[in-house]
């Protein structure tokens, strides 16, 4: 078992920045894959951001790239989604995911493990 918490979501305005952060308990971390999803109200969640367990590779859905930053530490158990230059269609509940595959994955049903999530609004 995987135990994810998620922290960091909030109110920001437009060009703002963001950093959320995962905190993992349980299974050894570096062996997992982890990723970020988020979910619009009426509307399914999405892939934004996935990293392999020794961070040599990431990957982005296209309307993030440039503007979110996925990373690890796994001495400390922790994924982070570093968001830039935050738009009003980034409001979202963002959700951190592991998965037993410890490389990429985009697919939320590739993910076994998933945290509670974290609100982020960006107002216009």
């Known amino acids: 078992q995987v135990q994810l918490v998620e922290s960091g979501g909030g109110l920001v305005q437009a060009g703002d920045s963001l950093r959320l952060s995962c905190a993992a308990s349980?299974?050894?971390?570096?062996?997992?894959?982890m990723g970020w999803f988020r979910q619009a109200p009426g509307t399914e969640r999405d892939f934004v951001a996935a990293?392999?367990?020794?961070?040599?590779?990431?990957y982005y859905t296209d309307s993030v790239k440039g503007r979110f930053t996925i990373s690890r530490d796994n001495a400390k158990n922790s994924v982070y989604l570093q968001m830039n230059g935050l738009k009003p269609e980034d409001t979202a509940v963002y959700y951190c995911?592991?998965?037993?595959?410890?490389?990429?994955?985009?697919?939320?049903?590739?993910?076994?493990?998933w945290g509670q999530g974290t609100q982020v609004t960006v107002s216009s």
């Open positions: 995911a592991a998965a037993s595959t410890a490389f990429i994955q985009t697919a939320s049903m590739d993910y076994e493990y």
């Open positions: 349980g299974r050894a971390f570096s062996r997992l894959g």
């Open positions: 990293i392999s367990w020794n961070s040599d590779y990431t």
